[in-house]
């Protein structure tokens, strides 16, 4: 995922505070690395909090548990969340906006994996659907507030795009946001939303295989930018 804004640029588009973060730029933060990053909760939709990525539920009984889990809880399914023990009860009042300005998707062409880099064709930040949770370690007493991405089946670029599991963020139109944290919305309301983003101002572009390094610099502009792979399948996948 990457955020590259200004606190007023994010202040425009999702009408709460991000003046008070300390946000730095992130160009391809891995949510495996759990960082903090700029979330909007239901509880609280005047202003952004920091929080991390993967979240642990609140029953949750140690350290070793939660560690984990909240590797298995970078995304959750829009289709499951509502029944999952680790989402079940976050869905209906600990929704949240995750703020970006695009993410990575990987497209699979003859057994190998290309990255490709989504944003909105404008280059303005978007929110995306996720979860809250917050869990108290009952052995430092300290609270750990986190969260996870929601997801459903991919359509339109992102289903040219994301061609092997046909996944995408559950993205929300900025008509919506209000909506989508209205902790007394039913479930029904809530999966129509993301339907409403009009993917038509979406874009995509594939990017260096740097993206998936596992040492090295991995933070930089370098990582957004158009990568010619030498292969029309993949240099004119979104194009042709």
């Not at 949510?31 to 029953?59: C, K, N, Q, Y």
């Not at 929601?150 to 909506?179: D, F, S, W």
Request: charged share 25%; with cysteine; glycine share 8%.
């Amino acid at each position: 995922m990457s955020l590259v804004q200004e606190a007023h640029e994010l202040e425009a588009e999702f009408k709460a505070l991000f003046e008070e973060l300390p946000l730095r730029y992130a160009y391809g933060t891995s949510g495996f690395t759990h960082p903090s990053w700029p979330v909007i909760p239901a509880e609280d939709s005047e202003r952004a909090h920091m929080l991390r990525w993967g979240l642990i539920p609140f029953w949750v009984k140690d350290r070793t548990q939660a560690d984990g889990l909240r590797k298995k809880t970078l995304n959750a399914r829009m289709e499951t969340a509502w029944r999952l023990p680790s989402f079940r009860a976050a869905m209906p009042s600990r929704r949240c906006i995750v703020a970006a300005d695009g993410f990575y998707e990987p497209h699979r062409y003859e057994g190998k994996s290309y990255p490709f880099y989504v944003c909105r064709r404008d280059r303005r930040p978007f929110g995306i659907g996720g979860l809250y949770d917050r869990w108290r370690d009952p052995v430092s007493g300290r609270t750990f507030a986190a969260f996870s991405v929601l997801t459903l089946p991919a359509e339109g670029i992102l289903a040219r795009v994301h061609n092997g599991k046909r996944r995408m963020p559950a993205l929300i139109p900025q008509h919506a946001y209000r909506r989508w944290l209205d902790r007394d919305l039913a479930a029904g309301e809530v999966a129509d939303i993301p339907r409403e983003f009009p993917l038509d101002e979406l874009t995509a572009h594939p990017v260096g295989p740097q993206l998936y390094a596992r040492s090295g610099r991995t933070e930089g502009e370098y990582l957004r930018k158009p990568h010619q792979y030498g292969l029309p399948a993949i240099d004119e996948l979104i194009s042709s």
